[in-house]
């Protein structure tokens, strides 16, 4: 019930602790705010309740007989299953969306580049989405579906492990860079990162240049689907630059993309790098 007031809690805990720490300096002009802001209200604010109304909606149109069907699995097994559907479709749909950059017609590339034309990484990457990508995104139909199937503490768990992994990996925060550069931890880490993505591994996918890998690293929580399907990238330093090549949309585009289309040609990611091989 309290789901997104906890989750809402967190991320500004962690926003101030950036900010404090002067992650945000030089980040923020009109343009950004702009973005920020309009994502912000589209998107968390009507778009991600629009979309849990249209689940609802379909759901009970098209599967009334199923309603709290699954309710007396356990717990446990509820909850890794209802977290390895949710990781697994997004890891599939994250990646066609990055894939799409090189379609004839770009679209679903375009609907989740606003939240990859940031030239910088904090948690506020997780409110910087198109509102259309709510209705696209895997997770919370796996979610919604386990909820109208009778799994609601599994769902919400699921929920909190994948949000709460993915508030520390788009932090300003590379706690991670010691751990790895470490003669004794470091291999172990390295290791580690074939399981679970660390926020290194994260930071690449959202950087091109040296060390970034913006056509690798698609899962949120689990890298072993990123190592399983040859794309995962572990990189060995910050990536060159954050965001995409050329210059951004206009904040309109930006958020609103269908509706409004804007210029396309230097923000399809075409001339992005593409790491010939998964480094593992």
Known sequence: MFFGQYMMGATIIV??????????????????????????????????????????????????????????????????????VAEFTFYWVHRWAHEAARWKNPWLWRLHRTHHSARYMSVLLTVRINPFWYFVVPISWVTGISVYLGQEAAAAAAA??????????????????????????????????????????????????????????????????????????????????????????????EILYPVVPGRTSAADAKDMPVPSTAQT
């Open 160 to 253: 909190t492990v994948i949000y709460a992994w993915n508030l520390m990996t788009h932090a300003n925060f590379r706690w991670d860079d010691r751990v790895r550069a470490h003669r004794v931890a470091g291999p172990l880490f390295r290791a580690l990162e074939h399981i679970v993505v660390s926020p290194g591994v994260h930071h690449s996918h959202h950087g091109y240049g040296k060390d970034g890998g913006p056509f690798r690293n698609y899962a949120v929580t689990f890298a072993f689907f990123d190592w399983m399907f040859g794309t995962l990238y572990i990189p060995k330093g910050r990536p060159w630059r954050y965001g995409i090549p050329g210059k951004n949309p206009v904040w309109l585009s």
């Open 15 to 84: 926003l101030i602790a950036e900010i404090l720490a002067g992650r945000h300096k030089g980040h923020h002009g009109a343009n950004e705010k702009l973005v920020l802001w309009g994502s912000a209200i589209s998107g968390v604010a009507i778009a991600r309740p629009l979309s849990a109304l249209l689940q609802a909606w379909l759901m009970g149109l098209v599967l009334p007989q199923w309603q709290g069907a699954l309710g007396g699995i356990s717990f446990w097994p509820a909850f890794f299953a209802v977290l390895l």
